[in-house]
C-alpha cells in the first residue's frame, strides 16, 4: 500500500533554515504529482508546495514564495520540501502528500503521518 514517511523537521531559530525529506513506496513515484501541505496549531491545513511528475512544473504557495522550493528525485522516490528565512508563522505540522495523477495541481489522495517544524529562539 501507499507509504509516506516525512522526516527532517525540528526546531529552528528564526533565520534559519531546513530541509523536509519524504520517502515514499507502495506506488509508481515517478508517475504522480507530489505535495507539501502545513497546518499550524488552530488552523485548517494548508498546501505549501506541489510538484508534477515532470519536475519543473511546481506551484508554491504564496505565503513562502521565494522562501521555500520544492524538488524530487525519481531515482529515490524521494521529495524534499527546501525551507529558507524561517519565520515563527512556518511553525506548523508538514504532511507529505501523493497526487491523484501526475499534474501538479491533482488533488492529494493518500498522506504521511507528518513531522513538526517549530521555529522559536
Known amino acids: 500500500q501507499v507509504q509516506l514517511v516525512e522526516s527532517g523537521g525540528g526546531q529552528v531559530q528564526p533565520g534559519g533554515s531546513l530541509k523536509l525529506s519524504c520517502a515514499a513506496s507502495?506506488?509508481?513515484?515517478?508517475?504522480?504529482?507530489m505535495s507539501w501541505y502545513r497546518q499550524a496549531p488552530g488552523k485548517e491545513r494548508e498546501l505549501v508546495a506541489a510538484i508534477g511528475s515532470f519536475a519543473p512544473s511546481t506551484n508554491v504557495a504564496d505565503s513562502v514564495k521565494g522562501r521555500f522550493t520544492i524538488s524530487r528525485d525519481n531515482s529515490k522516490n524521494t521529495v524534499y520540501l527546501h525551507m529558507n528565512d524561517l519565520g515563527s508563522e512556518d511553525t506548523a505540522v508538514y504532511y507529505c502528500a501523493k497526487g491523484r495523477g501526475g499534474s501538479h495541481s491533482s488533488p492529494a489522495d493518500a498522506w504521511g503521518q507528518g513531522t513538526q517544524v517549530t521555529v522559536s529562539s
Open positions: 507502495g506506488f509508481t513515484f515517478s508517475v504522480y504529482a
